[in-house]
């Protein structure tokens, strides 16, 4: 089992910035693939970011060039840092952990957090 908590949501205008952080216990960090989703009212759950186990980034097109996702495995701990922030970034923004490649960049997410809610107001 791996546990994911995640933090640093809030209330932000546009423009501005915030880092997501997800925390990750209970096996062996390093040796999962980490993901960032969000889903927003009324919409299905979409793909942000992922970082392998080696190091390698993976982004939506939506946030490219804003986003950037990281991992520090000498404390479990996943990062998303937000930059220039949109109204339409707005949802609950979800941690996930997987160990099985389904393709480039793709991964199947077995561990999941419990999400952190992120507003951008205009």
């Known amino acids: 089992q791996v546990q994911l908590v995640e933090s640093g949501g809030g209330l932000v205008q546009a423009g501005g910035s915030l880092r997501l952080s997800c925390a990750a216990s209970g096996r062996t960090f390093s040796n999962y693939a980490m993901a960032w989703f969000r889903q927003a009212p009324g919409k299905e759950r979409e793909f942000v970011a992922a970082i392998s186990w080696s190091g390698s980034t993976y982004y939506a097109d939506s946030v490219k060039g804003r986003f950037t996702i990281s991992r520090d495995n000498a404390v479990n701990t996943a990062y998303l840092q937000m930059n220039s922030l949109k109204p339409e970034d707005t949802a609950v923004y979800y941690c996930?952990?997987?160990?099985?490649?389904?393709?480039?960049?793709?991964?199947?997410?077995?561990?999941w957090g419990q999400g952190t809610q992120v507003t951008v107001s205009s």
């Open positions: 996930a952990a997987g160990r099985t490649r389904t393709g480039i960049g793709e991964y199947k997410y077995d561990y």
